[in-house]
């Protein structure tokens, strides 16, 4: 039997209220325990179980394959990732410990302004391309 799961320190503010959501997801999902979870998501159970522990906030890959295993809302879940480690960064916030640093915050910022402008030159060099051969 997996031992029960710690209580997570709401003093942590917006972090400890994600895990406790994810904590509620997995709940709704039927309790499956981390390993059923490892086996979906090929995370560690360990991992897994840091995810909803509060402590910081996880990875958005962990929080993400977390919730597709769990049959939550990857968008909703997105939006709710990128609120609250947007807070985290902000001044006088630091004392929350995310799973990423500004450092890898800003990279991944820059890695999806890239892919967009990426994705808006295809589309244009596709609609280029179909405009032609129609013709």
């Excluded at 003093?11 to 309790?31: H, M």
């Excluded at 879940?77 to 890898?104: C, V």
């Excluded at 820059?110 to 051969?133: C, P």
């Amino acid at each position: 039997m997996p031992r029960p799961e710690e209580p997570v320190d709401e003093s942590k503010g917006s972090v400890a209220e994600f895990a406790l959501s994810l904590r509620d997801l997995r709940r709704k999902a039927g309790s499956p325990n981390y390993r059923e979870l490892s086996a979906r998501t090929h995370f560690s159970a360990s991992t897994l179980s840091t995810a909803a522990s509060g402590r910081r906030l996880p990875s958005l890959d962990v929080t993400l394959a977390y919730v597709r295993s769990c049959g939550g809302d990857v968008t909703e879940w997105t939006q709710r990732w990128q609120s609250i480690a947007r807070g985290i960064d902000a001044p006088g916030r630091a004392a929350q410990k995310p799973g990423i640093t500004s450092s890898e915050m800003g990279q991944k910022n820059l890695i999806d302004v890239s892919v967009g402008v990426f994705l808006e030159v295809a589309k244009t060099i596709i609609q280029q391309v179909e405009n032609r051969y129609q013709r």
